[in-house]
């Protein structure tokens, strides 16, 4: 908690300085008003404008298991649970999904407004419910919540509530440090090994050794989350994949280091692949519903999505192939063109470029 307490102060402080003199200087004294940040296109709401559906959504989002997981007595029409492992949405979306450069979910009302956003992985144009879904279903290794459930509901009036911190006269789009921040791809491939002794020197003091974290009991929450094993996120999630999980660790961790608001503080960006690496080479939960159906079909134009699956899914269907004779192809009945090993840990520049190649080749614009 004071870690939370000493980053929204230094926000208000490095604000103070950088933009003093800014009409909104004087709204940085409100206490209310954390996460400066964003200023000057978006201010959290004050929460005395927070619905108690809202605050539901709020709560689920801070402690999701405790709501949803094995020992809630919830279940999904298949008998599972809706969170698989133990993980809530806060420990990635952190400060419930307020913290700018860790996922924040502060304007994802609008930007999953209807039409929603095309998923090349998914087929389909996601709106927000999809797109919650997508984290319960492979983030939370569980299952997808019924639109109409009070919980989506909930979750949905939260980030309604969050998305009314955008200031008038500004798009969505303008608000800085959304999702993770992008990490240069390197070009070897990372390294477990390195990443081990990274692990030992940088993480384990909270994660633990084994990877297991510290759980509390009391609030069903974890303080310091698993990073692998059955607690933890999914293998389908983007958190399975080495290029997405990179930006989480390398934004924002270690916890009492990393600033979000101060770049600099972040640990050099190779350190942070290896360290991925480390965290990615132990098992997670695997769902093989999605081994199929991940970028199957074509996109709206008429494009297999096969050509845009993730260079770093390493589960089945890598792509792209190559048929008998030699040509770049598709079919997932030809033997993969890069090993699984290279879908796991890098390079990924090739895979994306032999993507770019099959393309061409099978003709597509
Ligand atoms: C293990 C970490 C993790 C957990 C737990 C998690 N998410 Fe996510 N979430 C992510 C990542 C990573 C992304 C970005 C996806 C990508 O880049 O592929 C994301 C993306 C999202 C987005 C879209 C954000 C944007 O700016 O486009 C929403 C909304 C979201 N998650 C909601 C949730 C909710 C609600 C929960 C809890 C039910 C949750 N997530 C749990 C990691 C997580
Ligand atoms: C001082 C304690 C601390 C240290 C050291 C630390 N973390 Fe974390 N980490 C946290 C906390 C706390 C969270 C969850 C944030 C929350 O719940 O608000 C977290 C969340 C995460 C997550 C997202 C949750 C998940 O399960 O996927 C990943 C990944 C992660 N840490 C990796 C690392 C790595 C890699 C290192 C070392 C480079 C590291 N952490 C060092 C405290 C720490």
């Known amino acids: 908690m004071h870690i939370t307490r000493s980053l929204r102060l230094a926000g208000a402080a490095l604000l103070g300085l ?8 004087s709204s940085a004294t409100d206490p209310r008003e954390f996460n400066t940040f964003y200023a000057p296109s978006y201010r959290l709401p004050p929460a005395s404008a927070m619905s108690p559906a809202a605050a539901r959504g709020k709560e689920l989002v801070h402690a999701t298991y405790r709501f949803l997981g094995a020992e809630s007595g919830v279940r999904a029409a298949n008998g599972r649970p809706y969170v698989g492992n133990r993980l809530a949405c806060s420990n990635c979306h952190m400060e419930d999904g307020t913290r700018p450069n860790a996922g924040p979910l502060v304007v994802v009302a609008r930007k999953y407004a209807p039409p929603g956003i095309y998923s090349a992985r998914e087929g389909v144009n996601r709106d927000l ?13 569980g299952e997808a919540l019924p639109a109409d459930s009070a919980w989506m509901q909930d979750l949905a009036a939260y980030m309604e509530f ?9 798009a969505w789009q303008q608000v800085p440090g959304q999702e993770f921040p992008k990490a240069s791809l390197l070009t070897r491939a990372a390294d477990p090994v390195r990443g081990a002794a990274i692990y030992k020197d940088q993480c384990e003091s909270c ?16 303080r310091y989350p698993a990073l692998w094993g059955a607690g933890s996120h999914g293998l389908m999630a983007g958190m399975g994949r080495l290029a997405t999980a990179v930006t989480l660790v390398w934004g924002n961790m270690p916890h009492d280091k990393v600033d979000a608001l101060r770049p600099w503080t972040r640990m050099p960006v190779e350190d942070a692949w290896d360290v991925t690496a480390y965290m990615l080479s132990k098992t997670r939960p695997f769902d093989s519903r999605f081994t199929v159906t991940d970028w199957a079909g074509n996109d709206p134009g008429g494009v297999p999505n096969l050509l845009r699956r993730a260079p770093d899914a390493s589960y089945d269907h890598t792509m792209p192939r190559v048929d008998a004779r030699g040509h770049p192809s598709i079919n997932p009945a030809d033997p993969p063109r890069f090993s699984r090993e290279q879908h796991t840990y890098g390079p990924f520049q090739p895979i994306n470029d032999a993507l770019t190649e099959a393309r061409h080749w099978l003709g597509y614009p």
């Open 162 to 170: 969050l998305a009314a911190g955008l200031q008038p006269g500004y």
């Open 18 to 25: 950088a933009a003093s003199g800014l009409s909104l200087a």
């Open 129 to 141: 419910t999809i797109r919650i879904n997508g984290c319960f279903e492979r983030s939370l290794a």
């Open 207 to 222: 994660h633990q050794r084994d990877g297991s974290g510290v759980w509390r009991s009391d609030e069903q929450r974890y």
